[in-house]
């Protein structure tokens, strides 16, 4: 027997359709399920009538398939039945808005991992209900599957929070801040968005963009980093060549930082290196580093 873990909004009816590829399916659940775990890890009888929750485990059998090609067509474009109940009315908080996150059109699910100190109230975008989000030292993910499909898809979040540690790699949008927001160490590996919500961070003192699309470097060229990391990125050399220029032209305060990378600057961009490495007042709290390609050039007290 094969599990099956009910997603947001779906009903028997959804998940027949998309494991049988018909609703006859529903009659091989009802035999497979005479009694099934809840998410709680209740255990209950399934029947026509029972009104399914997200995280509720159901078995079935995966050899039985009534309609192969209706599975292949939903399995092949990330198809997710999930007609259950739906809101009519506009979903509201009294929370304050923090963050808008544009999300592909083709996207079927997002996910984000966070450690902090505060709520989230996410809107994700669907027919689903407002989840609340308690933020903990620990790094948790949070993940969601869309129950519609839109063009135009806006997640938002809602209230009062700080983050240690946000990990947005698996959110397929742009992230768009409507005020500051306090996140320490910001990671997004192998995404392909913009950066531009991130002039908006604040305190962020780690940047992990590995295997990250990058058009500009502009939006983290304000950022007190202690470190950066964009290897294998798919990035310019003109785009590092300006954020090397815009540090050395806006130093100020900064403190020493430690960079990888394999795309190389040009010698515009490593003559700005030499300049940061070079000058002993910015290097008196520590040295900075930049680390491309394994050659290392550090500054020599």
Not at 1 to 11: D, E, L, R, S
């Amino acid at each position: 027997m094969a599990t099956y873990k009910v997603k947001p909004g779906q009903n028997l009816f959804d998940i027949a359709i998309l494991l049988y590829g018909n609703i006859e399916g529903i009659f091989d659940l009802l035999i497979s399920n005479r009694t099934f775990t809840r998410a709680n890890g209740a255990i209950e009888t399934l029947g026509m009538a029972t009104k399914l929750a997200t995280g509720d485990i159901l078995e079935y059998h995966d050899y039985y398939i009534v309609n192969s090609g209706i599975v292949r067509e939903i399995k092949e474009n990330g198809y997710l039945p999930a007609n259950a109940e739906r809101h009519v009315y506009h979903k509201s908080t009294s929370e304050e808005l923090v963050m808008v996150i544009a999300i592909d059109d083709e996207a079927t699910s997002m996910g984000f991992k966070a450690a902090g100190d505060g709520q989230m109230v996410v809107d994700w975008g669907d027919n689903s209900d407002l989840e609340t989000i308690t933020l903990s030292t620990a790094l948790t993910e949070h993940s969601h599957y869309f129950n519609s499909v839109v063009k135009g898809r806006r997640v938002k979040v809602y209230g009062t929070f700080t983050m240690t540690m946000f990990d947005a790699s698996g959110i397929p949008g742009m992230l768009l801040p409507v005020k500051g927001i306090t996140v320490d160490e910001f990671t997004s590996v192998k995404n392909k968005y913009p950066l531009t919500g991130l002039l908006l961070f604040e305190g962020t003192y780690a940047v992990d963009l590995t295997g990250a699309t990058i058009t500009d470097l502009t939006p983290i060229g304000n950022m007190d980093l202690q470190t950066l990391d964009f290897r294998d990125a798919l990035i310019g050399s003109e785009v590092i060549d300006a954020y090397l220029v815009y540090v050395v032209a806006n130093y100020g305060t900064r403190r020493p930082c430690k960079v990888w990378m394999t795309t190389p600057p040009t010698e515009i961009g490593m003559a700005a290196i030499e300049t940061i490495i070079g000058e002993d007042d910015w290097n008196q709290s520590g040295d900075w580093e930049f680390d491309i390609n394994g050659t290392i050039y550090k500054h020599e007290s």
